[in-house]
Structures are given as structure tokens and as C-alpha cells.
């Protein structure tokens, strides 16, 4: 089970930290990812990283703003995010998957995730 938490309204150009917690699994052995939904748009990757946390793969949009790490004593994930836009309004998801490969393009699909957390809001107002 995830549980994403953290989100709220944001001033663009502000900071803002996600966190997902995990239980009912043996967290250290997921790749965890981010995800986000405007409203009437498709979920999009926004990043992954490797179940020890040594790697990370991010969308170009994201890139160089957001950051993800985890702790796996604590079964959490965590997304920061900084600089952010108004363009980064959405509901914010985090998925889990058991599937153990190097992290490049074919994690930004949605079938490669096998749990998936309820979203957290994230509002940036310009």
C-alpha cells in the first residue's frame, strides 16, 4: 500500500516536498516512481529511482528542478520539487514496481508500475 501525502497550493517559483510512504512490502526491493495528472490530461512520468537509491531517471520537464530520493529504514519516497511553474499543477502519484532493470525511457510507462498510491494535489499559482 502507498501513501502519498504532502502536497498543497504553491507560489510559483517555490518549493514544495512530496512524500510516499510504503507498507505491506519489502520497500528496499522497489523501483519507486513519480507521476502527475493535470486535469483532462494523461498521467505523465516525472521520475524513478532504483531500489538503493544510487540512481534516478527524470522527465526533460522536470529535470534539473525536481529531485527523488527515498529511505528505505523509513518505506519512503520522496519528491522535491523546486522552481516550480504553474505548468507543474497536478495530482502527484507514486507507483511501485518489482521489475529490475537499468533506469531509462521504459520506466515513463505506466505498465511497467505495478502498485500505485491515491494522488496528492499540488497547486503552484502564478
Known amino acids: 500500500q502507498l501513501q502519498a501525502s504532502g502536497g498543497g497550493l504553491v507560489q510559483a517559483g517555490g518549493s514544495s516536498r512530496l512524500s510516499c510512504a510504503a507498507s505491506g512490502g519489502i520497500f528496499s526491493r522497489y523501483v519507486m516512481g513519480w507521476f502527475r495528472q493535470a486535469p483532462g490530461k494523461e498521467r505523465e512520468f516525472v521520475g524513478v529511482?532504483?531500489?538503493?537509491?544510487?540512481?534516478?531517471y527524470y522527465a526533460d520537464a522536470v529535470k534539473g528542478r525536481f529531485t527523488i530520493t527515498r529511505d528505505n529504514a523509513k518505506n519512503t519516497v520522496y519528491l522535491q520539487m523546486s522552481s516550480l511553474k504553474p505548468e507543474d499543477t497536478a495530482d502527484y502519484y507514486c507507483?511501485?514496481?518489482?521489475?529490475?532493470?537499468?533506469?531509462?525511457?521504459?520506466?515513463?510507462?505506466?505498465?511497467?508500475?505495478?502498485?500505485w498510491g491515491q494522488g496528492t494535489q499540488v497547486t503552484v499559482s502564478s
Open positions: 507507483a511501485a514496481s518489482y521489475y529490475s532493470s537499468s533506469l531509462d525511457t521504459a520506466w515513463a510507462r505506466k505498465e511497467r508500475y505495478n502498485y
Open positions: 529511482i532504483s531500489w538503493s537509491g544510487g540512481s534516478t
